[in-house]
């Protein structure tokens, strides 16, 4: 009985949020394709090859060649210091044994609910490129602190020449309950919401 009490005891101690979480997932199997781009990349949806999963993919490509053009993927608000939020994405690259083309799941902090465009510095990421032997997962999982209440994951593409490319596909998110979780087809629903609201007003 001490012991039941005790586990008990020990449960209701931890904060229930701690305790429960929520998975989204993204497939490019609409017409969006980003939320944002940062450089000089161009986004597009892939409805022929390659696919990992569904009907379709994102294409990212660079051009012109310059820095490391950023595709921002999801956009996770309403955070609070200590939460986790982990993401991942499968990449393609067929260039085995070559630096180029090649991705890599990255984040930046972006505290603003309003503009995706915001950034409120790096939240860094996997040091892991993909390896270039077609569809690859690559993850990671970022701790908020510091205050900043809204983290952006992105997708990059690191080339050596203009019009590389790589490929995107079957995105999750694993984020607090409390947390809003926005993918690209997000501003659809923004812009109908903000107009509901007013209508609402008058």
């Given at each position: 009985m001490k012991s039941l009490l005790f586990f008990s005891i020990l449960l209701l101690s931890f904060?229930?949020?701690a305790l429960a979480f929520q998975t989204e997932t993204y497939g490019w199997e609409a017409?969006?394709?980003v939320l944002g781009i940062y450089g000089n990349g161009i986004a597009s949806i892939e409805d022929t090859s390659p696919v990992y999963n569904g009907a379709q993919s994102l294409k990212f490509e660079e051009s012109p060649l310059g820095g490391t053009p950023q595709a921002y993927v999801s956009w996770i608000q309403n955070l609070n210091d200590g939460d986790t939020v982990a993401a991942s994405f499968?990449?393609?690259?067929?260039?085995p044994g070559s630096t180029y083309p090649s991705g890599r799941i990255w984040g930046h902090w972006n505290d603003d609910p309003?503009?995706?465009t915001v950034y409120d510095g790096t939240a860094s990421g996997n040091?892991?490129?993909?390896?270039g032997a077609g569809w690859s997962l690559l993850e990671w999982e970022w701790?908020?602190?510091d205050g900043h209440t809204g983290l952006m994951v992105e997708g990059r593409i690191y080339s050596s020449t203009e019009y590389d490319t790589i490929w995107f596909d079957d995105l999750t998110i694993i984020a607090p309950d409390g947390a809003t979780i926005l993918f690209?087809?997000?501003v659809v629903s923004l812009?109908?919401?903000?107009w509901g609201a007013i209508k609402a007003s008058f």
């Open positions: 904060p229930l949020t017409t969006d394709t499968w990449v393609y690259d067929d260039t309003s503009d995706p040091e892991d490129f993909s390896p701790t908020v602190a690209p087809d997000y812009e109908r919401n903000s």
